[in-house]
């Protein structure tokens, strides 16, 4: 006998997350409709879900459990980001923008920047790790990973954000640290390279501003360009009309010297 039964709890849990909420949908990805059966009839049977709906549900899980990530193009503009990237983030006066490299902290700027073009240029994932980032007014360790998408989406860069506590440890990269880091020599070291960071990051929002301060000059000269276009354009129509009035002119010559020839043939006869 057939025992009735409603949506599965999963079901439930998915529609419910995709009424509630709105959450990053890649194109062509949805659910199998179903038959619109009241649920107190329908027979037993396993939850029929297509490939793509799957896909979709693998995805946001992927996507729920994932460290924070961004996707980026070439010129480094975002094109996706997660859920929880946003707080990596942050706007600032000016003109809006979706540059990665413009939105993240300037403490971490120089690095990422060092990675993603890194990482465009040889095409291998890089690894940036123990950045020191406030995280809701707390001290945090950021590491980076820069991965190119490869033949998924060539030109396309990943970018994953691991936020974790300064005494929390990393495979293969805390543990030496720990053990060097009372060496007077290591501690000179870090002091030196902390300020070449901060040098580079100078240099680096430096460069930004030349660059800024280069494009606004190039609008102008774009801007006198076109006006001194519009200014020759004008002399051009302008010749064309002294062209035009002079012969004219020329004309009118030839006509005022035939009538002078026939007034002397007139005054020879008399």
Known sequence: MHVPTGPSA????IELQESG???????????????STPSSII????????????????FKLLERLAPPSVI????HEIVHLSDSAGRFLTLTGGEPTSNLLRLVD????????????????????????????????QSRLLDIRVSPATEIA???????????EPGANVTGHDAPRATLRDVPIVQQLERELDQVKAHLRDTGEQYEASTE????????LQAMNEELRSATEELETSREELQ??????????????AKVDELATANSDL
């Open 154 to 164: 060539p030109g396309f860069l990943l970018v994953i954000f691991d936020v974790r």
């Open 244 to 257: 035009s009035i002079n012969e004219e002119l020329t004309t009118v010559n030839g006509e005022l010297k």
């Open 21 to 35: 909420e709105e959450s990053p949908v890649v194109h062509g990805w949805r659910f199998a409709e179903r038959p």
């Open 10 to 13: 999963l079901m439930r849990a």
């Open 72 to 75: 980026v193009n070439r010129e």
């Open 213 to 220: 301060e280069m494009k606004a000059t190039n609008e102008e």
């Open 106 to 137: 300037p403490i971490v700027r120089s690095e990422l920047r060092s990675a993603l073009s890194r990482c465009g240029e040889a095409n291998l994932p890089v690894t940036v790790i123990d950045l020191p980032i406030q995280v809701d007014g």
């Open 43 to 58: 027979a037993p049977g396993p939850l029929q879900l297509d490939r793509s709906a799957l896909a979709e549900v693998h």
